[in-house]
Structure formats: structure tokens, C-alpha cells
Nanobody
Framework: VHFVESGGGLVQPGGSLRLSCAASGITFRAYAIGWFRQAPGKEREGVSCIGSTDGSTYYADSVQGRFTISRDNARNLLYLQMNSLKPEDTAVYYC????????????????????WGQGTQVTVSS
């Protein structure tokens, strides 16, 4: 199983980025998938997640209204559209699959997730 994140980069405050996560070796449509991020010196935190096929979603309070998660089960792709980016969004962003749930019922529990990608760096700075 491989998850490969892409789309990160350097962007000015207020800018936008679209992250992608490509999955292989997994029945992608069978899993809820999440985006996580980890800033230097901080713990990894859940940013957003989406159910396998029911459209259920979760957003952390810090990104609610600015980020949008989506998925294309036919192409085994997960996306995170990030708008109105802030310096505090700077982190390495990871995607992973929830091995215990297919629906999103609340904040993601990191121990439920596996098949972590290598991450993509997002830097928001002027």
C-alpha cells in the first residue's frame, strides 16, 4: 500500500494550494481517509477527513471554512483545497487511511489511521 502526497509549496498568506493524495495497493473506496499535519516541534494533528462513500466529513476548527476535502474513488485520489492560508498552516501534510471506520463521526483518532504517506511541505510566508 502506498499513499503519495503532492501539491505542497511556498505560498503567501491569503493564498491557496490544492494538495493531492494518490493511493495504490488498496481498495480506496472502502476506507475513510484523512489529512493530518505536523509542524516543527508539535504533535501531528488531524486537519480533515472524509468517509468512504457517504460524504461524511470533519474539519478541525482551525481550518473550518477555509479548507475543503474531497475524494475521487474512481481514480483513488484524495484532495485538500486550502484557501486563505495563514502562517500557522505551515506544516508537513500527510494522508492516511482509517482502518477502523468507514464513516466520519468526529475528530480523527490518529491510532485508527495507517498507510501514511511521506508528506508534502506547506509553507505560508511572506
Amino acid at each position: 500500500v502506498h499513499f503519495v502526497e503532492s501539491g505542497g509549496g511556498l505560498v503567501q498568506p491569503g493564498g491557496s494550494l490544492r494538495l493531492s493524495c494518490a493511493a495504490s495497493g488498496i481498495t480506496f473506496r472502502a476506507y475513510a481517509i484523512g489529512w493530518f499535519r505536523q509542524a516543527p516541534g508539535k504533535e501531528r494533528e488531524g486537519v480533515s477527513c472524509i468517509g468512504s462513500t457517504d460524504g461524511s466529513t470533519y474539519y478541525a476548527d482551525s481550518v473550518q471554512g477555509r479548507f475543503t476535502i474531497s475524494r475521487d474513488n474512481a481514480r483513488n485520489l484524495l484532495y485538500l483545497q486550502m484557501n486563505s492560508l495563514k502562517p500557522e498552516d505551515t506544516a508537513v501534510y500527510y494522508c492516511a487511511a482509517n482502518l477502523m471506520r468507514t464513516r466520519v463521526v468526529g475528530p480523527p483518532r490518529i491510532y485508527e489511521y495507517d498507510y501514511w504517506g511521506q508528506g508534502t511541505q506547506v509553507t505560508v510566508s511572506s
